[in-house]
Every structure is written in C-alpha cells, then in structure tokens.
C-alpha cells in the first residue's frame, strides 16, 4: 500500500508542480517484489518494469555460504545437477546482460530459452522467460 501511495503522489506532484507525466521509457528497474510492481503497474500501466540484474543473477547462484538465494535451483528438472545453473545458466544470463542492443538481446533471448529446454530445463526456461524476458 505505501509504493502505491508514494508513486501516486509522485504522479499527481509531477503533473501539478510541472505540468508532466512521469514515463519510464528506458524501464524502471526493481528487485520484482509484488508490492511494488503490483503497485507500478497500477500508477503506470503503460511503462516498462524490469528486473535488477543483481536479484536476477543471485537466482542462480547457489553454494553453502548462501551468497545468493538459489531461487531457480527448484525448478530443475532435467538430468542437469545443480552446477548446471553456475555453470550454463548463470553464463547465458550473464551474456544476455551484455547485448549492447535490445534486438541482439532478443535474438540471444530465443537461443538462450531454445538451450534450455533442449536440455530439458523446460519448467526453468518458462519462468525465467516470464519473470526476466517477457
């Protein structure tokens, strides 16, 4: 409820202190939490909300010292072990973040997923699709 109110307000002060529309053209980037993409859907229906390469990539890690929180580790389901999400997947992600344009990311997107689930990953691929490519 607070995100809510506090982008409402920045909203409603933007238009009335200088008569403009706030617009996150480049993305407004997030750690993904429901409140506040829940809430900046709501304000800014039309604007695009990505997620924070850092909470992306901690997805991925995972090692005794809980460095990262290993969040994808449960949706392994091919006959990869859970070094494959250091190993492969943490290593296409990391190239993804390295497309110096939004076409080559995409075209690196489809080949990206395709890997995945050739390799049986299919349930990995489709979140992953959902919460950081789409």
Same mark, same amino acid.
């Given at each position: *409820?607070?995100?809510?109110?506090?982008?409402? +307000?920045?909203?409603?002060?933007?238009?009335?202190?200088?008569?403009?529309?706030?617009?996150?053209?480049?993305?407004? &980037?997030?750690?993904?939490?429901? &409140?506040?993409?829940?809430?900046?859907?709501?304000?800014?229906?039309?604007? %695009?909300?990505?997620?924070?390469?850092?909470?992306?990539?901690?997805? !991925?890690c995972i090692n005794g010292s809980r460095e990262g929180n290993g969040a994808y580790y449960r949706y392994l389901l091919g006959d990869n072990s859970p070094s494959w999400l250091n190993e492969v997947a943490e290593n296409? &992600?990391? +190239?993804?973040?390295?497309?110096?344009?939004?076409?080559?990311?995409?075209?690196?997107?489809? *080949? &990206?997923?395709?890997?995945?689930?050739?390799?049986?990953?299919?349930?990995?691929?489709?979140? !992953?699709?959902?919460?950081? %490519?789409?």
């Open positions: *409820m607070v995100s809510l109110i506090a982008l409402h +307000h920045l909203k409603e002060a933007s238009q009335q202190i200088f008569g403009l529309t706030p617009r996150f053209k480049g993305g407004l &980037v997030s750690d993904h939490t429901e &409140v506040f993409t829940n809430a900046f859907h709501t304000i800014f229906p039309d604007d %695009i909300l990505l997620q924070c390469f850092p909470h992306i990539i901690q997805k !991925f296409d &992600v990391y +190239h993804l973040r390295e497309c110096p344009t939004y076409a080559m990311f995409c075209a690196m997107a489809v *080949m &990206v997923l395709a890997t995945w689930r050739a390799a049986g990953e299919g349930d990995l691929c489709d979140m !992953f699709r959902d919460s950081y %490519i789409s």
